[in-house]
């Protein structure tokens, strides 16, 4: 447990009753380094003196002159590494897009506080700070070239992993994910964010989805033989539905892996506006014909919207994380989360949410009848070969956790 007297805390907020209030709850909580501050221009006095620089700071938004919005745009440029609590009479919905600011600009933020500020409530946000760790400090990611992600696909360095859907009444486990990984023979696993985009970039997409897909539906035949009855999802981008002949190299995979096209879910998101839709409709129409299911990702972020439901005959509406995790918490992400169930519900299409991290994300999926869920509360992706393993624990933890006997076995 971190030492209170040990933590350097500024309290920054433009009424002088506001501050003592703080600094009365600081000291009776035990934390004795506070300074206190009316305005940004001194607080910032404080960040450039590095023998007094804050570890924490209590930031009102709503002040005069330098507004705390303003003053968090000042600390960016200074670098500060240490965390801050969100302070303002504002509604909820303008703290929590603060607070989504601040995330942005990769500061810590420990939570926001309504006015008038409870002791309990800041006393509780106060416990979950912690030191800056050295290796939580931000780093850069590598950048890939396009000969070595040619390379890597033409070596078999992509590697597949899965990460289970599970139905939400049943706990039974439905479905993988296929996440691909790239196994440098460097740098270890690189996560897709790091590699696809420089494929669509060069015109290797097709090369990679090939890759994927094929092993994908390998082990879908394996699964099945194994007397396992998973639909394995794809992810797919909209470089591949350029090109008409897709639809027959999706089927000549599926029909030569043996997987039947019921068994194969193409998840699709639209990274960016497509100039010329006749190809790319066309496409997934044609693999629907063909039954093969088709799902629409990150519903409600970029693309992913209800023109693409309008125009393209998905059949499953996956609602993105930023929905789903502490809906149960949030009015505004549950509004969010309401609208896209109901709103597949019309549509007669199966619903997938994705982000469940914690028992509280799961119960709402129950109450509300989403069909399934899919997140780090079931599990994260793994490789084909943890699978069994983990549905065994699976199984035991739905009997026993969620007294579901219905589990996949």
Request: charged fraction near 25%; charge should be negative.
């Given at each position: 447990m971190v030492k209170r007297s040990a933590v350097t805390i500024l309290a920054l907020d433009d009424e002088p009753f506001m501050l003592k209030l703080l600094a009365r709850m600081l000291t009776n909580m035990g934390f004795t380094s506070v300074t206190l501050c009316d305005n940004g221009h001194t607080a910032l006095d404080q960040i450039d003196d590095v023998n007094v620089r804050p570890n924490l700071i209590l930031l009102d938004l709503n002040m005069p002159g330098m507004d705390g919005i303003e003053f968090v745009r000042h600390l960016v440029e200074r670098h500060y590494s240490g965390s801050l609590i969100l302070i303002s009479g504002e509604d909820e919905r303008m703290l929590q897009a603060a607070e989504k600011l601040v995330q942005a600009h990769r500061i810590q933020v420990l939570g926001h506080l309504r006015k008038p500020v409870k002791p309990e409530v800041l006393s509780a946000?106060?416990?979950?700070?912690?030191?800056?760790?050295?290796?939580?400090?931000?780093?850069?990611?590598?950048?890939?070239?396009?000969?070595?992600?040619?390379?890597?696909?033409?070596s078999g360095q992509l590697v597949n992993y899965y990460q289970p859907k599970v139905a939400v009444a049943t706990a039974a486990v439905v479905g993988v994910e296929t996440l691909v990984r790239w196994r440098h023979p460097v740098d270890g696993i690189i996560l897709p964010d790091q590699f696809i985009g420089v494929a669509?970039?060069?015109?290797?997409?097709?090369?990679?989805t090939r890759t994927v897909l094929t092993s994908a539906l390998t082990q879908a035949k394996a699964w099945q033989e194994a007397g396992l009855a998973l639909r394995v999802a794809v992810n797919i981008s909209m470089d591949n539905l350029m090109s008409l002949d897709f639809v027959d190299f999706v089927t000549e995979l599926a029909t030569k892996a043996g997987v039947p096209p019921q068994g194969v879910v193409l998840e699709v998101t639209e990274s960016r506006l497509m100039q010329d839709t006749r190809a790319p409709l066309e496409i997934l129409t044609r693999l629907r014909l063909k039954r093969f299911h088709l799902s629409i990702d990150d519903f409600g972020t970029g693309h992913s919207s209800l023109a693409q439901l309008r125009d393209i005959p998905f059949d499953e509406l996956k609602i993105d994380q930023g929905f789903v995790h502490r809906a149960w918490n949030d009015e505004t992400l549950r509004a969010m989360y309401d609208a896209s169930l109901a709103l597949a519900r019309q549509l007669g299409m199966e619903v997938v949410a994705e982000g469940v991290e914690d028992r509280n994300d799961w119960d709402l999926l129950q109450r509300t009848g989403c069909d399934l869920a899919q997140g780090s509360f079931i599990s994260i992706p793994m490789p084909a070969a943890e699978f069994p393993i983990w549905l065994k624990g699976w199984q035991e933890r739905a009997r026993t956790e969620f007294a579901s006997p219905d589990v996949l076995s």
């Open positions: 946000l106060l416990e979950k700070w912690t030191p800056p760790a050295l290796d939580n400090l931000p780093v850069t990611k590598k950048v890939y070239g396009a000969d070595e992600v040619y390379a890597a696909i033409g669509e970039a060069h015109g290797l997409i097709n090369d990679l």
